[in-house]
């Protein structure tokens, strides 16, 4: 009954909000108004024509991206208005004064070309259609004129990183890609943090995935880096996302194109540790466009050496633990998808896509460990342990987008099912003292996480200077995880395992929102933007053994402020939001994961979400060839999850991990990023974060006894990179990041590096090239020292990672494409909500804790 009250409130709010939408907005007939002061389309010039147009490479019929387009008045010669074309070569001049004009289009590496005798009327929206720019061939003593576009650009809500630039990525996956974006800091196992908060959102094209749902860090292997375009970071997100993900927004922007014509790329690239292959292609006719792809992706030779020292207190009794382990894992991970888009008229667009991801990793590890009780040496014993983390997703969208008249007037409808299979299960042969097999244990656990989404934004500017958005959605979500142990004798059958547990857990979450958000902007070109969204949370859970878990439904109101100025080529913003931070299954999954029976990890079924309030001011100045930009940013979360460790009572020496909303995190901390253009063909950029952390709460103690925790100290991180292009096609990068100590409430976790370099050659005829890039290559391995203490334990863990790695890359492009005026397409349902695991490394031996449901 619960569950189907909460889907009703669910359809009566998205219905409540979608017929005044579409009671109070007609759907066409509206007279077209101004740009808003502040847009790309607020001129200088101020009357009511229009010029548009596209401009291409005359040679492969290819978009110039970001051509300069300035227009001048025929009788005075004077410059009266100017713009610059987007990626797709697209440029718009707006609010521009009837008369008679020239227009002169440039870009470096092309001749210029201008259009006389432009005549406008009153009113009047002139398309000049396809524009042609020739090369510019000509050598001036031997120098020959190139230009780059930016590495990394910020924009008024986001940092954006132009990974289609980045070249020493080819060949790899998207962990490669978001380690150089700056604000981001990625650890070896792919574990993704913002200004150092692990509670954000991944969405991949605006839109979330339950491939990201189970385990952020093994989805990026499966996304191709040669795949993506751009990385946006945003760090303050508005009331049109949903309100989870408390650290900010990443949101993966794929490669896209709006020709007509049909074309296929292939990427391939082979390395000591890793080889992938990647075909795609994409075919449009008139109003129907159909895109095909699949990537495939191996890691071999990674190989992992541990070592781990730890005492525990229980029950009076001190226990040394001194294990020692060899591992190595292998993966193979795939990713396949196919788009369908149609025009249904000229302001209406329909966009459909099925997306299949496969993981299959597999990870080996031979443990020896050696126990002291109160300073006695007692049993040796020994474990090889096979991890098997295995996952088949598959996402389908339908999506629905009209526009009207009136610029940046638009409604869409958007839906979204996903399903995910998780399997996590190990095997383990127990060794005696003698080396030989003693008995083998097997933990079993398979997970399914599915949900079906709804959702509806509508958007209208509103006079000359403001504009109004609001929306609803609803999610439904139904996840669950049955877990269980058996035990053999060392050539016997498997029976269950009566010592250890084993149960089911089932998982309804479903979630109603709604929200508005408004922007102003002001005459002197002060803009504020500032909403509000509601979303109340329906959770139905229970497992097998124990019957309903006592988690009741619960809502939150997320109000979000931003405000920016320009002042004397400084701009200034400033911003305010609260954000939710739901756990994630993987923390609520009660399997008890004993991979390493030394380092047991078990998920608390029972957790509530915590809260987030932010605050940021950011300043940016281009000063010459310089832009710099800094943030200081303050968060304040409370009912803080967190990772807490204490002794097992029943396993000698073991340290169990669980998770429990245990108190409040602080962290008041600045990034400062800024990018030199030391050359036309030479950019420098560095990085750096830093902040001071301070953890509190309360956990269980010795004797069920409670306790204060707190914890304090500096996080630092920060790198530098530099690309550069040279003649004949050549072009060269380099990237290092040192990332150091981070806090935790129980201790600290070490630090890591990580540095690459590539080279790339274009052939002539820009269809192909061939890469070659290193990473880590002057280092034998990396050590993360990690130590972790209380009144109860003491840990000391050492992680050696064996990363050094080189790979060949290559890529080639077969077909041809004519420009086709691009169209906006319909929007595809954003889940931004739910808290991944992360938490840096596993523990020796210990596989990621047992499938997780959508989170």
């Known amino acids: 009954m619960k569950k189907n009250t909460s889907i009703l409130t669910i359809i009566l709010l998205v219905t409540t909000l979608l017929t005044p939408a579409l009671a109070q907005f007609p759907m066409g007939g509206v007279a077209q108004p101004k740009a808003l002061p502040g847009t790309a389309g607020d001129q ?80 009047q929206e002139l398309d000049l259609g396809v524009i042609k720019l020739g090369a510019n061939v000509q050598t001036l003593n031997e120098v020959v004129v190139t230009g780059q576009a930016a590495l990394i650009e910020e924009k008024v809500d986001r940092l954006v990183y132009n990974a289609d630039k980045d070249i020493a990525a080819k060949g790899g996956d998207a962990t490669d890609v978001l380690r150089k974006v700056p604000l981001l800091t990625v650890d070896l196992d792919g574990n993704i943090s913002l200004r150092g908060s692990q509670n954000i959102r991944v969405l991949i094209n605006n839109k979330p995935s339950t491939i990201i749902a189970s ?48 074309n296929l790329n292939v990427d391939a690239g082979a390395g000591n540790r890793g080889s992938s292959l990647s075909l795609n292609g994409s075919y449009r006719k008139g109003k129907a466009g159909f895109t095909l792809g699949g990537f495939g992706r191996a890691n071999y030779n990674t190989i992992t050496k541990t070592s781990l020292e730890q005492t525990s207190i229980s029950n009076g009794i001190s226990t040394l633990t001194r294990q020692t ?65 295995l996952s088949g997703t598959i996402d389908m969208n339908v999506d629905y987008l009209h526009t009207f008249k009136k610029p940046q007037q ?201 809260l987030t309030n932010n605050f940021e001011l950011g300043l940016s100045k281009t000063i010459k060839k310089v832009f710099v930009n800094a943030t ?16 097992s009572d029943t396993l000698v020496g073991a340290i169990i991990t669980t998770y429990e909303n245990i108190g409040r995190q602080h962290a008041y901390g600045a990034n400062v990023f800024a990018n030199i253009a030391v050359t036309s063909k030479i950019n420098v950029g560095l990085f750096s974060t830093a902040f001071y ?39 060269a990068q380099a990237f290092g990041f040192l990332q150091g100590s981070q806090v935790q409430l129980q201790g600290m976790q070490g630090g890591f590096g990580f540095y690459t370099v590539g080279i790339k050659k274009d052939f002539k005829n820009k269809k192909g090239s061939l890469g070659l890039a290193g990473e880590n290559f002057l280092s034998k391995r990396y050590n993360i020292h990690t130590e972790l203490k209380s009144s109860q334990f003491n840990q000391v863990n050492d992680i050696y990672l064996y990363n050094r790695g080189v790979r060949l890359t290559f890529t080639y492009k077969i077909g041809k494409m004519t420009m086709d005026a691009p169209k906006k397409k319909a929007r595809s349902v954003n889940n931004d909500d739910v808290k991944t695991e992360g938490g840096g490394q596993a523990a020796p031996g210990g596989a990621p804790a047992g499938g997780t449901p959508r989170q």
Not at 65 to 71: G, K, Q, S, V
Not at 710 to 725: C, M, P, R
Request: aromatic share 10%; glycine share 12%; proline share 3%.
């Open 693 to 731: 952390t301070t953890l509190s709460g309360q956990a269980m103690g010795d004797n069920g006894v409670s306790q204060n925790l707190t914890n304090d100290g500096f996080n630092v991180s920060g790198g530098l990179f530099s690309q550069a292009q040279f003649k004949n096609g050549w072009g």
């Open 410 to 610: 638009e409604w869409s409808i958007s839906t979204l099912y996903s399903r995910n299979g998780l399997t996590n299960d190990f095997d383990a042969n127990l060794l005696n003292s003698g080396g030989a097999l003693a008995s083998r244990q097997r933990n079993l656990n398979s997970n399914v996480n599915q949900e079906f989404t709804l959702q509806t934004d509508y958007q209208t500017p509103i006079k000359k200077n403001q504009q109004i958005e609001f929306g609803a959605k609803g999610i439904f979500r139904e996840v669950t995880s049955n877990y269980r142990y058996l035990l053999a004798g060392p050539t016997g059958n498997f029976t269950t395992e009566i010592n250890q547990p084993s149960g089911e857990l089932t998982y309804h979450q479903n979630i109603a929102a709604g929200y508005t958000s408004y922007t102003y902007t002001t005459k002197k070109r002060y803009t504020f933007k500032g909403g509000l969204r509601y979303e109340h949370t329906f959770i139905d859970a229970s497992t097998r053994e124990g019957g309903p878990i006592g988690i009741g439904d619960y809502g939150v109101l997320v109000p979000s402020v931003n405000a920016s100025k320009t002042i004397k080529g400084t701009t200034l913003k400033l911003g305010y939001n609260r954000r939710i931070q739901r756990p994630g299954l993987q923390q609520l999954n009660p399997n008890f994961n004993a991979a390493n029976p030394q380092n047991i990890t078990i998920g608390n079924p029972s957790l509530r979400p915590e």
């Open 325 to 389: 382990g060899d591992g190595s894992s292998k993966g193979l991970f795939g990713q396949y998808n196919l788009g369908f888009d149609y025009d249904l008229a000229k302001n209406q667009s329909l966009t459909a896509g099925v997306r299949y991801g496969v993981r299959n990793f597999i990870s080996q590890q031979d443990l020896v460990t050696r126990l002291f009780t109160n300073g006695v040496a007692g049993s040796t014993s020994g474990r090889n342990v096979e991890a098997k983390n």
């Open 632 to 647: 200081f940013f303050g968060r304040v979360t409370n009912n803080a999850i967190s990772q807490v460790r204490r002794p």
């Open 44 to 123: 200088t010039p101020k009357g009511n024509s229009k010029i548009t147009g596209f401009v291409v490479d005359s040679s492969v019929t290819k978009a110039v991206e970001f051509a300069n387009i300035a227009l001048y008045n025929k009788t005075t010669g004077k410059a009266v208005d100017g713009t610059v074309a987007d990626e797709k070569g697209k440029f718009v001049l707006n609010r521009i004064v009837e008369g008679e004009y020239r227009l002169l289009i440039s870009f470096l590496g092309f001749k210029n070309k201008t259009i006389e005798n432009i005549t406008l009327a009153k009113g």
């Open 215 to 262: 385990s952020v860090a093994d989805a990026l292997k499966q996304i191709p880096a040669d795949l993506i375009k751009t990385v946006e970071v945003i760090t303050s997100p508005s009331a049109k996302y949903d309100a989870e993900g408390s650290g900010g927004i990443i949101n993966i922007i794929t490669k896209k194109n709006s020709l007509q014509g049909m």
